[in-house]
């Protein structure tokens, strides 16, 4: 069993910062694919940010890049979201992920999730 927690959410104005966090727990280690995918309400769930294979290679949306940061602390087991010059789009519920096939996450379909933690941003 695989647990992902969230946190780190909340409000900030325009060109902020936030810095997500997702602790992962059971049966998962750092080399597994883990990623964020966000969804703002009436809009699809959109992949934002994911370590492409289990060695750190990474993928960002095109909206995000050069904004977002993925890292993770394997020690840890925590990956981390760092946004820097948050618009009013990226205001949305932000999930962790994580599956051991990479593809899955790539195909927005990665077999565990977080519960999710919001982000708004106010212009």
Excluded: H
């Amino acid at each position: 069993q695989v647990q992902l927690v969230e946190s780190g959410g909340g409000s900030v104005q325009a060109g902020g910062s936030l810095r997500l966090s997702c602790a992962a727990s059971g049966d998962i280690y750092m080399r597994d694919c883990m990623g964020w995918f966000r969804q703002a309400p009436g809009k699809e769930r959109e992949g934002v940010a994911r370590f492409v294979t289990g060695s750190g290679g990474t993928y960002y949306a095109d909206s995000v890049k050069g904004r977002f940061t993925i890292s993770r602390d394997n020690t840890k087991k925590t990956v981390y979201l760092q946004m820097n010059s948050l618009k009013p789009e990226d205001t949305a519920m932000y999930y962790c992920a994580a599956d051991r096939a990479c593809w899955r996450m790539a195909t927005g379909s990665p077999t565990y999730w977080g519960q999710g933690t919001q982000v708004t941003v106010s212009s």
